[in-house]
């Protein structure tokens, strides 16, 4: 077996976040989230990011990824005119924003 052609890229567990590329414009900051559950699903209604709260005025679209063992639910939300990106991993129960969206 040639040992050149193991790529840990393979497998869709693997996630080396030293290599990822870097992002300037993420936040990765922790916050807390008021949610509602309906149907198994989950649907953020606020946000408080730096003691300022957010109304969610729309969900404009939302994913999931796993992140190893982690599975992470992403949220494009639209606040007052901004639209954030937040998320919440399902392994560590942190919710975070992720980004501000041009």
Known sequence: MNQN???PKARWDRFE???AGFNPDALN???EVLVFFKNAKIFPKSFTWN???YQIETITYNWQE???QALVNYFSVLCAGQMYQISFNNSTFRWQIDKMIE
């Open 17 to 19: 976040p030293e290599k």
């Open 29 to 31: 900051e922790r916050i």
């Open 51 to 53: 003691n300022k709260e």
């Open 66 to 68: 796993r992140l190893g």
């Open 5 to 7: 052609s193991f790529s």
